[in-house]
């Protein structure tokens, strides 16, 4: 059974980059779309984007162009970087597939 | 973008009630649609895939329908532990997006 776990700090400074990453475990990263999502605290879930295990990605144009996916197979986790964080970032992250997330991360800017 | 306009917002139910919850799309998107439960704390669990289809483990109380521009997800026969917010999603286009969520609470 996959399992996915989201890392990285919970508190980043107001116009610093926020950065995440997401550990697949009990299953290959390859072959799948890998999505990001977010939900601000007491709001509803927003796509962030996703990228394919070969790098390919595809990201939400509200966040205008601030936000970077990555994948790296060899150690079978792909990342998220968001520049310029304001307080309209503050969220849960999740990472995951269309049918399974990981428990979520809340980072507080 | 795709709008994906939900509805109700939030409901109120008792156990044993047929439930049914509503999302239209501002553009058609085939049957490239999922429902997701969310329950506070929790990530979000597909009950749906491709409109209609049930995932594996999720009781056969769930079911979807629709297509084009026009979607339901219905639970046959509410219980304790249904009560949460239920999201769609569409994938068809991007970005990807979701509807604003439906509450489902006791009544």
């Known amino acids: 059974q996959v399992q996915l776990q989201e890392s990285g700090p919970g508190l980043v400074k107001p116009s610093e980059t926020l950065s995440l990453t997401c550990t697949v475990s009990?299953?290959?990263?390859?072959?799948?779309?890998w999505n990001w999502l977010r939900q601000p605290p007491g709001k509803g879930l927003e796509w962030i984007g996703h990228i394919y295990y070969s790098g390919s990605a595809s990201y939400n144009p509200s966040l205008n162009s601030r936000v970077t996916l990555s994948v790296d197979t060899s150690k079978n986790q792909f990342s998220l970087k968001l520049t310029s964080v304001t307080d309209a970032d503050t969220a849960v992250y999740y990472c995951?597939?269309?049918?399974?997330w990981g428990q979520g991360t809340m980072v507080t800017v | 973008d795709i709008q994906m306009t939900q509805s109700p917002s939030s409901l109120s139910a008792s156990v044993g009630d047929r439930v049914t919850i509503t999302c239209r799309a501002s553009?058609?998107?085939?049957?490239?649609l999922g429902w997701y439960q969310q329950k506070p704390g929790k990530a979000p669990k597909r009950l749906i895939y491709a409109t209609s289809s049930l995932q594996s483990g999720v009781p056969s109380r769930f079911s979807g329908s629709g297509s084009g521009t026009e979607f339901t997800l219905t639970i046959s026969s509410l219980q304790p532990e249904d009560f949460a917010t239920y999201y769609c999603l569409q994938h068809n286009s991007y970005p990807w997006t979701f509807g604003q969520g439906t509450k489902v609470e006791i009544k």
């Open positions: 553009q058609g998107i085939r049957n490239d």
């Open positions: 995951g597939r269309l049918d399974i």
């Open positions: 009990g299953g290959s990263i390859s072959d799948y779309y």
